[in-house]
């Protein structure tokens, strides 16, 4: 049973409320803010590890991302993972979830021999939700996106996705390519003894030459969306400060919510 | 056939026997996205089973066409199934833009069709627009929503997009529209083996006060703490409003499903007044509820970034102000009761 595992480093979420855009350049600053394995990729690590404990093989982690990224891949190997490929190349970036899933695609047809492509039912950064799908569509293989829970007797898999007030069940057979959800799991902590083993663990980096794809078909030139300016949001909004001790702070509230109509 | 010039679909979701909101929505959009080109129409897709008299409801909410798939096999939704009969559809009519809504299912087939046609999907949309130059720009979020970008399809059709439920506002019915309802028989190959099968769709009652149409919202958050969130459901019941929640305050277990996120992983919401309780103001909390009517929240932190999205700052202790705000607002309530006569009934009254 081998088990890809698809992951992205993103900046770390709890840090997105100091991201500003230059109001000159129109780029983003994001300084100081540390990278973190994308939260949804732990889920899919845990629960491929988990099959990893059940039915044996093994477990390769996957990303396509800056050559940073391979402190992020190593941090995966701690947790468990066997081995890591890095897909990095400056003609991958740019892309879109579709330029990213055939750069995705085609190194995991290269490496070969999986049974199960996991990866996070989303990203924090740009959030699209589209990879799980993408990927499937491309690998040429079933997919299903959202997974909250992942049952496996192979070669049948039994899984719950997640609609809007409920859930769907499934049934499917591998291979398939399958989003986990955030709630699917608890990703395990990295020991001391993983991050001395993740030292000898293989760490491959591998460029557009070694995937074998033609030039064009990557990074922003391979992608169908193309992105215009970033702006801030609007909020339009000047905060009043409501002080004092809290009985007077609760007596100020109460007429705000009296001027605003939800309180007679 | 042939090119249907610069024609706006929109997949419509079903719920049961009933379309999604997020569908209704989006056909308001789509006919004023089909209004920039002469001749082009916006039209509807359903898929599933025994569902045609739906297709009414789509045309008085601005669809001009339905497209009527009408297939035992496509009910319940199945990913593959219904990506399958969506990309022959298009290959078929060639429209210009199609709109999904970015719920669950919508995202997933939405994601899937635009990799078999290997064409362009901005997801979760919080805009929409034509440009001067007459391009669809399309306003998506990032890192949380802290920043909005600009997404261009140039060259690839049709360009797709997915919108969050409550974006848009949902048209007007319109009884008196007509519009042509096209059956669509072979939807699917007769001989197509799905390698998945839906054994069972399981769908909880929706709240009968659903957050997303609450006219108050009262989130809470980590500040709020185990033992005060009882609280906020009875401030919320005071107010006859819904109680949400942040990321953090889900993952502890505090709020009772996960029907109660704001954010960009849960729900929109835009009421007349967000009371917000022991929230920091992640950016992925706060894209959820800025476009809300009056924002109050109540931090200890005076420099916390949820007061750069608040109208209202309260500076201190949520545990504390909580339930003094609680028995503040019965006691209102009781000396309005009070001052009321037994039989005339209260009628609204105005802002002060």
């Given at each position: 049973m081998n088990i890809a595992v698809c992951v992205k480093p993103v900046p770390?979420?709890?840090?997105?409320?100091k991201i500003t855009i230059h109001p000159e350049t129109k780029l983003l600053a994001r300084k100081g803010i540390p990278a973190v394995i994308n939260p949804a990729d732990k889920n899919a690590l845990e629960a491929a590890l988990q099959l990893r404990e059940q039915a044996g093989g093994k477990v390769v982690l996957v990303s396509m991302a800056p050559p940073d990224a391979r402190e992020k891949l190593t941090e995966g190997l701690a947790m468990g993972a066997d081995e890591a490929i890095l897909f990095s190349d400056r003609a991958f970036a740019g892309a879109d979830t579709l330029a990213t899933a055939r750069v995705l695609a085609a190194g995991l047809k290269k490496i070969g021999g999986f049974d199960l492509i996991l990866t996070g039912a989303e990203s924090a950064d740009s959030g699209t939700s589209h990879i799980p799908s993408q990927l499937g569509e491309l690998m040429g293989w079933p997919h299903l996106n959202h997974l909250t829970g992942l049952n496996l007797q192979v070669p049948v898999l039994k899984m719950t996705t997640k609609i809007e007030y409920g859930y769907i069940e499934y049934e499917g057979r591998l291979p398939m390519v399958l989003g986990i959800a955030r709630e699917s799991n608890t990703p395990r902590y990295i020991s001391l003894m993983g991050v001395v083993a993740a030292r000898n663990k293989p760490l491959t980096t591998w460029g557009l030459n070694e995937l074998q794809l033609a030039s064009g078909s990557t990074g922003l030139a391979g992608s169908p969306t193309q992105p215009g300016d970033l702006h801030p949001p609007r909020h339009g909004r000047q905060v009043e400060l409501l002080e004092g001790e809290p009985a007077d702070i609760a007596g100020k509230i109460v007429a705000v919510l009296r001027a605003a109509g939800v309180l007679v | 056939m042939s090119e249907q010039l610069g024609a706006v679909w929109v997949i419509a979701e079903t719920s049961g026997s009933k379309l999604a909101a997020v569908s209704l929505e989006l056909l308001g959009k789509a006919r004023e996205l089909a209004a920039y080109k002469e001749g082009a129409f916006t039209a509807a897709v359903l898929m599933g089973s025994a569902i045609a008299s739906l297709a009414e409801e789509l045309i008085a909410h601005g669809a001009d066409r339905v497209f009527l798939l009408d297939d035992?096999?496509?009910?319940?939704?199945q990913n593959d199934l219904h990506a399958l009969a969506l990309t022959d559809l298009i290959k078929n009519h060639r429209p210009e833009t199609v709109l999904f809504g970015a719920s669950y299912r919508g995202s997933e087939l939405s994601a899937t069709v635009a990799a078999k046609l290997e064409t362009g999907l901005a997801a979760h949309c919080v805009d929409l627009r034509i440009d001067h130059r007459g391009e669809l720009v399309q306003v998506v979020p990032a890192f949380g929503g802290t920043v909005l970008g600009d997404i261009f399809c140039p060259v690839s059709r049709p360009r797709m997009a997915s919108v969050k439920p409550g974006i848009f506002p949902q048209p007007a019915r319109d009884a008196g529209r007509t519009g042509e309802v096209i059956k669509i028989t072979a939807a699917l190959p007769r001989d197509y083996q799905s390698p998945l099968k839906a054994l069972r769709v399981f769908r909880r009652q929706p709240p009968a006060l659903p957050l997303e149409k609450a006219p108050t919202v009262v989130a809470g958050g980590w500040g709020v703490g185990a033992e005060g969130w009882h609280l906020l459901e009875e401030l919320a019941g005071e107010l006859g409003g819904a109680v949400g929640c942040t990321r953090p305050a889900l993952d502890e277990g505090?709020?009772?499903?996960?029907?109660a996120l704001i954010g960009t992983s849960g729900k929109t919401v835009r009421p007349q007044v967000y009371l917000g309780i022991g929230i920091s103001g992640a950016a992925h909390h706060t894209a959820g509820m800025k476009d809300s009517g009056v924002v109050i929240n109540i931090n200890?932190?005076?420099?916390?970034?949820?007061f750069g999205v608040s109208d209202y700052g309260a500076v201190g202790d949520a545990k504390k102000i909580l339930p003094l705000l609680l028995e503040k607002i019965r006691e209102h309530k009781g000396e309005i009761n009070a001052l009321r006569k037994p039989d005339t009934p209260l009628t609204r009254r105005g802002k002060n």
């Open positions: 770390d979420p709890n840090h997105y409320h | 035992p096999r496509l009910a319940p939704y505090w709020a009772s499903s996960e029907d200890l932190d005076p420099g916390a970034p949820v």
